[in-house]
């Protein structure tokens, strides 16, 4: 099995505990799917659509859920793109080793009432404008390995 890439340098002492997450990269028209994440208690950022698994989900679960919650936009995975874990603080100064499946979606319908997450925002981009946009060099990672087999 290869190894998975980690991204992201730790701060020295700071604990970053495990934290299984799942994103898709969705395309519509040739555009790519990106959410601007505003939180209140940090700085914005680009990200692929997705998020935490919840204990007894899998990750495609997680994905669609989460793609859904941040977007209003219902998908369904089509296969796994990579992994790639990360090493991140949240807005709220949680620390986590995020341990992150990309999915490659397919955009099924627009359910813009399941949309949840009010500092979610979601705007679509060109591939090559979206890689650069992306806050995460994790999220970079998945949607180059998304185009190398575009």
């Not at 555009?31 to 659509?49: C, H, K, S």
Request: overall charge negative.
């Amino acid at each position: 099995m290869a190894t998975v890439p980690q991204f992201g340098a730790p701060e020295p002492a700071r604990p970053y505990p495990d934290r299984p997450v799942a994103f898709g990269v969705g395309l519509r028209e040739g555009l790519v799917a990106l959410v601007r994440v505003e939180p209140a208690d940090g700085p914005v950022r680009i990200d692929l659509p997705g998020g935490g698994i919840d204990p007894g989900e899998t990750p495609e679960a997680a994905m669609a859920r989460e793609f859904v919650e941040e977007t209003g936009l219902e998908v369904r995975p089509l296969h796994l793109l990579t992994r790639a874990d990360h090493f991140f603080v949240n807005g709220a100064a949680d620390s986590f080793n995020t341990r992150g499946f990309f999915y490659a979606v397919e955009v099924l319908a627009e359910r813009p009432e399941r949309k949840i997450e009010a500092d979610h925002s979601l705007f679509w981009r060109n591939p090559d404008e979206a890689l650069r946009l992306l806050s995460r060099d994790s999220h970079a990672w998945a949607l180059a390995c998304w185009l190398r087999r575009a």
